[in-house]
């Protein structure tokens, strides 16, 4: 690693309150608690700096190290939970990762945050080394603009999760600081046997039926939630990251509702006597499907903004004439249960 000057950045993030402790003096290694991880007091230029334990013991304790520039912590836990699986693509470990996520964008004493990449990263050069889950930012603090790098992965039933943070005017050995952090957290945690998670066999996604629906309405939300899912796969950041229920934008949900509505009108007419999808039947005809959708059913999350062509105040009118006691519907939900895989950096 090269130079890694200028004044000492305190950038540590904290968790909850804790209990601080000195640096062993009798000892050239940390032992990382709860843990049986053990790394040396030095890694680089930086040094330990201290150990905080947590009055939450699901929390574990957290390891400081610093050097001028640049501040580095360590935490290991296991938030309560056992049977840990390594790596970073459990459900448990993706939801640790966006948890940290979320503490840099909104829970931390952070300005400017500018979310930059997030990928799965190789701790070290080797095809069998641990993967880490990686997200890059910018920020201020205090006048100080810094980069700050995330790793979150799970090891012998503790998850580890780092926060890295240099200064701007040391930000060109981030790559360096990246290598020589994670190969050496990566020693600690091969020194340990694996646990590998057990085979998957649930499958990748589920559609869970209103059991108060009409049984004949239910191919017709089979459809509407293949549809879903079938769009939702193709809008970047649609599918929940760690799995669970897709909650879905604007786009996707004209689209699964155009779905449905075009099985609907494939049955003869003797059997289109749906009172639901009769309706939509009639707005469409009106040329108010987008807008229907857009009034009733957008996320307000994801579709701040409608779309340019959207006839609002025709759709309004049309509403108070002929839907007054109209209520949408939606007959299914489609549950995602796998985690969305980070692409693989090349570089270690």
């Not at 929390?59 to 836990?77: E, H, M, N, P």
């Not at 966006?98 to 952070?110: F, H, L, W």
């Not at 300005?111 to 799965?120: A, K, L, M, P, S």
Request: hydrophobic content about 40%; proline content about 7%.
């Amino acid at each position: 690693m090269r130079r890694l000057a200028c004044g000492l950045l305190g950038l540590v993030l904290v968790l909850c309150a804790g209990t601080a402790r000195p640096v062993p003096l009798s000892d050239n290694t940390v032992r990382l608690l709860p843990s049986k991880f053990r790394l040396l007091q030095n890694i680089g230029p930086m040094r330990y700096t201290g150990t905080n334990r947590y009055t939450d013991r699901r929390l574990g304790q957290s390891f400081g190290y610093g050097a001028s520039g640049i501040s580095l912590t360590i935490y290991v836990y296991d938030f309560g939970l056992r049977g840990l699986p390594d790596g970073p693509d459990s459900v448990a470990a993706c939801e640790q990762f966006e948890r940290a996520k979320r503490e840099i964008e909104i829970g931390g004493n952070y300005q400017n945050v500018v979310f930059r990449r997030e990928v799965t990263r190789r701790m070290r050069d080797t095809a069998d080394a641990p993967l880490a889950r990686e997200a890059v930012y910018e920020f201020d603090r205090n006048g100080i603009h810094a980069t700050s790098l995330l790793w979150v992965t799970a090891a012998d039933g503790y998850f580890v999760k780092l926060r890295l943070s240099l200064r701007s005017e040391v930000a060109d050995e981030l790559d360096d600081a990246r290598m020589q952090i994670l190969s050496t957290m990566s020693e600690a945690m091969t020194a340990r046997p694996r646990r590998p998670a057990p085979p998957d066999t649930s499958p990748e996604t589920s559609v869970d039926f209103d059991t108060g629906g009409d049984p004949a309405d239910a191919p017709l939300w089979f459809a509407y939630a293949a549809e879903l899912l079938r769009v939702s796969r193709d809008i970047p950041g649609a599918l929940p990251p760690c799995g669970g229920a897709l909650v879905s934008g604007y786009a996707a949900e004209l689209a699964a509702r155009r779905g449905a509505l075009r099985e609907y009108l494939l049955r003869e007419a003797a059997q289109r006597n749906s009172e639901y999808f009769n309706e939509l039947e009639r707005i469409d005809a009106a040329g108010f499907l987008e807008e229907y959708v857009w009034h009733y059913l957008r996320n307000p999350a994801l579709d701040t903004t409608p779309p340019a062509d959207l006839d609002l105040p025709g759709f309004e009118n049309f509403r108070q004439r002929e839907l007054a006691t109209h209520e949408a519907k939606t007959g299914a939900r489609v549950r995602v249960n796998t985690v969305r895989a980070l692409p693989l950096d090349p570089q270690p």
